[in-house]
T-cell receptor
Framework: GAGVSQSPSNKVTEKGKDVELRCDPI?????LYWYRQSLGQGLEFLIY????????KSGLPSDRFSAERTGGSVSTLTIQRTQQEDSAVYLC???????????????FGPGTRLTVL | DAKTTQPPSMDCAEGRAANLPCNHS???????VYWYRQIHSQGPQYIIH???NNETNEMASLIITEDRKSSTLILPHATLRDTAVYYC???????????????FGKGTKLSVIP
C-alpha cells in the first residue's frame, strides 16, 4: 500500500522567506510525527499529533516553527522567516495508533530537503 | 530509553546472510527492540521489532538473547540494495512523554559487496 508521502522533495529558499512542508500519512494512521535531520546528524523530534491535536510540541526549535493537521490526515509544517540553520531534511512519520499501543510503529516518509541560502 | 551499542561498520558479500549485532545491556522489561535502516538520502525505513521472542518478517529476522541484553538482525540474503546504515533502538511500550520520540545512535554502516 501507499506509504507516507512528503512534498516538496527539495526546497531551496532565501533567508527570511516562509516555507510550508507537507506530509500525507499512511491512510488510517492516527498519529503523526515531524522530525528533522541535519547532515550527518541524528533525528531531532519536533512535534507529535494525535488526530488533529498536538499533545507534544516540545521539539519545535522556536516560535518561527508551527504545524497543523487537518481532518486527521494531512499535516503542514510551516517555518517563518527561515534562517540558514534551518537547513536540514524534514522527516514525517505516522503510526496506526497512539504511542503505547501495539500499533505505534512509526513509518517514515522520504523527507523534504530544505536549503536556506 | 536504554542505550544501544553497535559496531560502526560491517561488510557482507552479496547473497550471503548479514548478521548485525546490537548490545542493549540496560534494557528493561517493558522496552522493545526496534530496527530501522537509512539508505543514503532517504527517510528511515522500519525493519522489525520485538520484545522477548524471535521475530521474522519478509525483510529480516530478529534474534533476541534470553537475557534480552543483546540482539542480532539477520538479513538472510543480502543484496546491493541493502547497503545502508542500520539503527538498533530500544523504546518503552507505554505512552509516557517522550516514549515516541525516536532517537538514533550512530548505527552500523553495512556495505554489501558484489
Amino acid at each position: 500500500g501507499a506509504g507516507v508521502s512528503q512534498s516538496p522533495s527539495n526546497k531551496v529558499t532565501e533567508k527570511g522567506k516562509d516555507v510550508e512542508l507537507r506530509c500525507d500519512p499512511i491512510s488510517g494512521h492516527t498519529a503523526l510525527y515531524w522530525y528533522r535531520q541535519s547532515l550527518g546528524q541524528g533525528l531531532e523530534f519536533l512535534i507529535y499529533f494525535q488526530g488533529n491535536s498536538a499533545p507534544d510540541k516540545s521539539g519545535l526549535p522556536s516560535d518561527r516553527f508551527s504545524a497543523e493537521r487537518t481532518g486527521g490526515s494531512v499535516s503542514t509544517l510551516t517555518i517563518q522567516r527561515t534562517q540558514q540553520e534551518d537547513s536540514a531534511v524534514y522527516l514525517c512519520a505516522s503510526s496506526l495508533d497512539a504511542p503505547g499501543t501495539g500499533g505505534d510503529t512509526q513509518y517514515f516518509g522520504p523527507g523534504t530537503r530544505l536549503t536556506v541560502l | 530509553d536504554a542505550k544501544t551499542t553497535q559496531p560502526p561498520s560491517m561488510d557482507c558479500a552479496e547473497g550471503r546472510a548479514a548478521n548485525l549485532p546490537c548490545n542493549h545491556s540496560t534494557i528493561s522489561g517493558n522496552e522493545y527492540v526496534y530496527w530501522y535502516r537509512q539508505i543514503h538520502s532517504q527517510g528511515p525505513q522500519y525493519i522489525i521489532h520485538g520484545l522477548k521472542n524471535n521475530e521474522t518478517n519478509e525483510m529480516a529476522s530478529l534474534i533476541i538473547t534470553e537475557d534480552r541484553k543483546s540482539s542480532t538482525l539477520i538479513l538472510p540474503h543480502a543484496t546491493l540494495r541493502d547497503t545502508a546504515v542500520y539503527y538498533c533502538i530500544v523504546r518503552f511500550a507505554y505512552s509516557g512523554a517522550g516514549s515516541y520520540q525516536l532517537t538514533f545512535g550512530k548505527g552500523t554502516k553495512l556495505s554489501v559487496i558484489p
